[in-house]
């Protein structure tokens, strides 16, 4: 098996803000397997809060160059991403990238899509949310007024004005709303307090309220809150849940964090036994990772798959969407394949 990877910036149409930051592009490391001329594409996409950088994601790849190179068909996915992770505890992203690289050389040369080869393909697509980003206010009726086609918004809160961001969102919008509060509220009473505001503003489900660090103050709160609360920073891989469990009800489950598919379904796996809802999410992402997840749309009780919508420059084709649903091509393996030659000058 041959194995290139490139770098590359994804340019966001508008600057896009969160609690702790706002940035106009994002980083992503490209990965391309080639094997017996079936060729397999995957993503590590490297926002700085991830904490895993594109020299560290280089790095890992050509660490995992030789083990790569060995492998011939029929590969087992799960055989070789076991050797992938021992390699290192961190790399989660590059992880993920060789994961889905992998699932997808496999889907192409069985001539099934990733949600055949694991029986998720969902019998009619599924809506998801739309993220609208932390700005001005008048930025932001733009944004919600440009999403007319979702009928679920995505609010990144997390700042000491979120009363008043929801209700600038509210003066425009009744659509039902995700709020991501990023880890923005540090005190467990307030929290609450916002909580029932955020029920009565029709917010359906709160995503990861208090920091990583209050994992006490967030069951106390997610046992009072009227609405569901949702881990994301907490909940990284499937090692992480079973210390979540009574703390949040639910999980949004992303392939940057969980090392790729094959993790990501052990995850959702989790979740069942333990009465905990699922999100499939995405991080800032092309369509080539989105459509990965993607894939595997059927097992969520919430999608938040938008990523592709928030770029000027995604060189990959993919997932589309329509009326505010993901819309999977039913193409083999990841269904994704890139526009333009990217990895031309290795
Ligand atoms: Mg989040």
Request: proline share 4%.
């Amino acid at each position: 098996m041959k194995i290139k990877h490139q770098l590359y910036f994804l340019d966001f149409k508008h600057p896009f803000g969160v609690s702790s930051n706002t940035r106009t592009q994002t980083p992503s490391v490209f990965l391309e397997l080639e094997c017996e001329g079936v060729v397999g594409y995957g993503e590590a996409c490297l926002p700085a809060y991830l904490g895993e950088t594109v020299g560290e994601t280089q790095a890992f790849f050509e660490a995992c160059k030789r083990l790569l190179e060995d492998c011939v068909f029929p590969m087992q996915i799960a055989e070789v991403m076991t050797r992938v992770d021992a390699l290192s505890k961190r790399a989660n992203a590059a992880k993920a990238a060789i994961d889905m690289a992998l699932h997808d050389l496999v889907g192409k040369a069985r001539q099934k899509s990733v949600a055949e080869m694991y029986g998720t393909a969902g019998s009619s697509p599924k809506r998801t949310s739309f993220t609208i980003g932390i700005d001005m206010e008048e930025v932001m009726v733009k944004k919600i007024q440009d999403a007319r086609d979702f009928s679920i918004l995505k609010i990144k809160a997390g700042t000491a004005n979120d009363r008043a961001l929801i209700e600038a969102v509210r003066r425009c919008t009744d659509k039902p709303l995700f709020v991501d509060v990023n880890q923005g509220w540090t005190d467990k009473h307030k929290a609450l307090e916002m909580a029932h505001f955020m029920k009565d503003q029709h917010v359906l489900l709160l995503e990861q309220p208090m920091p990583v660090s209050m994992k006490q103050e967030s069951a106390w709160l997610s046992a009072r809150s009227p609405v569901p609360t949702f881990a994301d920073e907490s909940a990284k891989r499937l090692s992480d849940l079973d210390d979540l469990k009574g703390v949040f009800s639910g999980i949004n489950i992303k392939l940057m964090k969980s090392a790729g598919i094959l993790e990501a379904i052990k995850m959702v796996e989790w979740c069942g036994k333990n009465d905990m809802q699922v999100m499939l999410g995405c991080m800032a992402e092309s369509s080539c990772a989105t459509s990965a997840m993607a894939q595997l749309a059927d097992l969520a009780d919430y999608i938040d798959l938008d990523a592709p919508l928030l770029y000027k420059n995604d060189p990959f084709s993919g997932v589309s969407y329509l009326q505010g649903t993901v819309v999977v091509s039913g193409a083999p393996g990841i269904a994704a394949n890139p526009r333009m030659n990217l990895f031309s000058d290795l």
